[in-house]
């Protein structure tokens, strides 16, 4: 039965042009001489690839809501991050310049705004009804994937966006990165310690693949625990992903010289650059 599983990889064509298509951008934009950041671009493709096209995809879609959970925070979390580490920074400053990408950029781009785009992106496609409704309607699944690819560079951007034009000073980065992980973590609560099953589409999966018996007697997932798990996965493992974010941003902080050449001084940890405009 695990070899069912691990033969259901899935080619959908959208995703592949579409990741094909974004490496051909990069490697335009950077005339094939991609910088050593482009690893974290790479990076990102993958935790994208292993969301909606490794048999995590079938087996969220079908049989496990703590698959699908995995597979939201790799959409949301993991890849958005990713991507933006890895993106070059001169053409992206080049095209953020110019004045509808400016403009777009300068409402999204605000730390207020992006906050509550991420968060409640998260929050919304997990009401029960419209959750699923993703899973009866492939148009509506594919359209919350894109939500939250969008969603999470938007909230990320100003963390790690290369041209981010509101960025945050190491305080409020912390700040920022510490409400997210308290609004993500209350979710997976939410979700470990119901004492009824939420989603009922993972009671009595259609089975295409005939590994409901591994699922439910050999591991021993029935619904209710696997409920359990993905909420687990959304509390713990989000909140690992975040402080992982709090601590890169400690790093760039202690790393970043003063004026004077020296590294920054733990007052700088609350001061604004003044090489860009900071939210204080």
Same mark, same amino acid.
Do not use: C
């Given at each position: 039965? @695990?070899?069912?599983?691990?033969?259901? &990889?899935?080619?959908? %064509?959208?995703?592949?042009?579409?990741?094909?298509?974004?490496?051909? !951008?990069?490697?335009?934009?950077?005339?094939?001489?991609?910088?050593?950041?482009?690893?974290?671009?790479?990076?990102? @493709?993958?935790?994208?690839?292993?969301? !909606?096209? $490794?048999?995590?995809? /079938?087996?969220?879609?079908?049989? !496990?809501? $703590?698959?699908?959970?995995?597979?939201?925070?790799?959409?949301?979390?993991?890849?958005?991050?990713?991507? #933006? =580490?890895?993106?070059?920074?001169?053409?992206?400053?080049?095209? =953020?310049?110019?004045?509808?990408?400016?403009?777009?950029?300068?409402?999204?781009?605000?730390? #207020?705004?992006?906050?509550?785009?991420?968060?409640?992106?998260? &929050? *919304?496609?997990?009401?029960?009804?419209?959750?699923?409704?993703?899973?009866?309607?492939?148009?509506?699944?594919?359209?919350?994937?894109?939500?939250?690819? =969008?969603?999470?560079?938007?909230? &990320?951007?100003?963390?790690?966006?290369?041209?981010?034009?509101?960025?945050?000073?190491?305080?409020?980065?912390?700040?920022?990165?510490?409400?997210?992980?308290?609004?993500? $973590?209350?979710?997976?609560?939410?979700?470990?310690?119901?004492?009824?099953? *939420?989603?009922?589409?993972?009671?009595? %999966?259609?089975? $295409?693949?005939? /590994?409901?018996? !591994?699922?439910?007697?050999? &591991?021993?997932?029935?619904? #209710?625990?696997?409920?359990?798990?993905?909420?687990?996965?959304?509390?713990?493992?989000?909140?690992?992903?975040?402080?992982?974010?709090? #601590?890169?941003?400690?790093?760039?902080?202690?790393?970043?010289?003063?004026?004077?050449?020296?590294?920054?001084?733990?007052?700088?940890?609350?001061?604004?650059?003044?090489?860009?405009?900071? @939210?204080?």
């Amino acid at each position: 039965m @695990m070899s069912r599983i691990l033969s259901t &990889w899935s080619w959908y %064509p959208s995703v592949i042009v579409g990741i094909l298509g974004l490496l051909v !951008l990069y490697l335009a934009a950077t005339r094939l001489r991609p910088p050593p950041r482009f690893i974290w671009f790479v990076l990102g @493709m993958l935790a994208i690839v292993l969301a !909606l096209l $490794s048999p995590l995809d /079938i087996l969220s879609d079908e049989y !496990l809501f $703590s698959a699908h959970m995995i597979q939201h925070l790799l959409l949301a979390l993991v890849a958005p991050p990713l991507l #933006l =580490v890895g993106l070059p920074e001169a053409p992206v400053r080049q095209l =953020v310049t110019r004045q509808i990408p400016r403009h777009i950029e300068g409402w999204l781009g605000s730390p #207020l705004v992006a906050w509550i785009i991420g968060i409640g992106t998260l &929050w *919304i496609w997990h009401i029960p009804a419209l959750y699923s409704g993703t899973l009866a309607d492939e148009r509506l699944h594919i359209a919350e994937h894109l939500s939250f690819l =969008v969603s999470g560079i938007i909230f &990320w951007w100003p963390l790690f966006g290369p041209a981010a034009s509101q960025t945050l000073n190491t305080f409020f980065a912390l700040v920022y990165l510490f409400t997210a992980a308290l609004a993500n $973590s209350l979710l997976g609560i939410i979700f470990t310690f119901a004492p009824n099953l *939420i989603y009922m589409d993972y009671r009595t %999966p259609v089975d $295409s693949l005939r /590994i409901l018996p !591994l699922l439910r007697e050999r &591991w021993g997932l029935s619904p #209710l625990l696997d409920q359990q798990l993905g909420g687990l996965f959304m509390w713990v493992g989000g909140g690992l992903i975040f402080l992982a974010a709090m #601590l890169a941003m400690l790093v760039r902080w202690y790393g970043a010289p003063l004026s004077g050449g020296s590294k920054a001084e733990p007052s700088a940890l609350f001061k604004p650059s003044t090489s860009t405009r900071r @939210m204080t």
